[in-house]
């Protein structure tokens, strides 16, 4: 039997604000966080010894897997001080070979399946911008040598941090960081297997979750358990949350997911990629497309959200419009070059005929109506 352990205790500062009241793992993406996704992953390969090691926020995680129908232990790491040192936090609970995974990536069944027969093996992908990862340089199949986030990648190989690995492990951790203990291994002449990743997604700034969100929402079946008009026209994979109300003529064009208890409509259109949380209410002639809305939001009437996440409790007036365009960001010293609609922080109020182009706003910002809002706005601000 394999067991696996879910890193699941880091912030994910790039990932501000969203990260501000959640840690990374608990975001929720195609309405499920994605920590969620990686025990579905788990689970589908028939792994149920699971242990996730939590720290940053750890009661929403806690709380979160207490809803599981499956038993998870959960070890906490009082202070983030590295993945190595998480995962020694969960050493005795380890009892035979593991997969250690990232709470905050999310990895498909058959990736697993690829590795968890295996002993000391990487999952590794081609990755566009290596230079956030480990880059891993291979030769005749096992790994050779891991750079940490070099400024110039040697290869386009990274490793998506999932591991199948012995307790014998352990006995090479004299750092808090994993690939630390990962190039002892190599160094003292044990290999470490490289093995192609099937599929995996990691987001590494924020709008990277909208990418995310589409590719998980392609994978989901159509179930209505709300109340849906006579008069609605809904075509592709949609579901609809317990609750909801889908007024007349509105149209939903798939893969779209709805949470529980939300009002959409009337003359709402909602286009495919658009992940709603529960408890959303869209008001009359709207229109939402790519986008990731996640609990206890307002979208008033006569507005148009695209490419846009929007994070818990916030209330958007009428006529309210994110507009993409390409813009450079400075996210903790690094520059991206990126294209998306606005990345919005938890209880943000905007009045009408706000526009929100290719920006990120902090929690708690309060926006009077007839603005335009380009680049970054901080936590707390009033826009007057």
Not at 134 to 156: C, D, H, L, Q, S
Not at 160 to 188: N, Q
Not at 215 to 222: P, R, T, V, W
Request: include cysteine.
């Amino acid at each position: 039997m394999v067991q696996a352990v879910i890193l699941a205790a880091g912030e994910g500062s790039r990932i501000r604000p969203l990260t501000w009241s959640r840690p990374k793992a608990m975001i929720p993406v195609a309405n499920v966080p994605i920590i969620g996704h990686v025990i579905n992953s788990l689970v589908e390969n028939g792994i149920r010894s699971i242990i996730v090691v939590v720290g940053y926020r750890r009661e929403q995680v806690m709380n979160y897997l207490a809803t599981l129908e499956i038993p998870i232990q959960v070890v906490v790491q009082d202070k983030q001080l590295g993945t190595a040192h998480a995962l020694q936090c969960a050493e005795s609970n380890v009892k035979e070979d593991f997969i250690v995974l990232p709470g905050d990536n999310w990895i498909n069944p058959g990736s697993i399946a690829k590795i968890k027969g295996e002993r000391n093996a990487m999952l590794v992908k081609e990755h566009e911008r290596p230079t956030n990862f480990g880059v891993v340089e291979i030769e005749n199949g096992n790994v050779t040598r891991i750079v940490e986030k070099p400024a110039i990648a040697p290869t386009m190989t990274v490793s998506t941090g999932v591991l199948s690995l012995t307790k014998r492990f352990f006995e090479h951790i004299e750092t808090t960081e994993i690939p630390d203990a990962l190039t002892l291994m190599i160094e003292r002449g044990e290999c470490i297997k490289a093995i192609p990743a099937d599929d995996w997604q990691d987001a590494i700034v924020p709008w990277d979750l909208l990418a995310m969100n589409a590719h998980l929402l392609k994978q989901i079946s159509s179930r209505y358990e709300g109340t849906v008009s006579r008069n609605a026209i809904i075509k592709g994979s949609v579901r609809i949350g317990v609750g909801t109300i889908i007024h007349p003529y509105t149209v939903i064009l798939g893969p779209v997911i709805i949470g529980d208890n939300c009002e959409i409509g009337p003359h709402v259109s909602l286009m495919p990629y658009t992940s709603i949380g529960s408890r959303v209410r869209v008001e009359s002639h709207s229109h939402i497309a790519g986008s990731l809305i996640m609990d206890d939001t307002l979208i008033g009437p006569h507005s148009t959200i695209r490419d846009t996440v929007i994070a818990e409790g916030c209330a958007f007036e009428d006529h309210i419009s994110t507009w993409p365009s390409e813009t450079l960001f400075d996210i903790h010293g690094e520059i991206w070059k990126a294209e998306f609609g606005a990345v919005i922080g938890d209880r943000v109020r905007a009045g009408p005929f706000t526009t929100l182009n290719n920006c990120i706003v902090g929690n708690n910002v309060k926006i009077q109506g007839g603005r335009m809002i380009t680049s970054i706005i901080p936590d707390g601000t009033s826009v007057l």
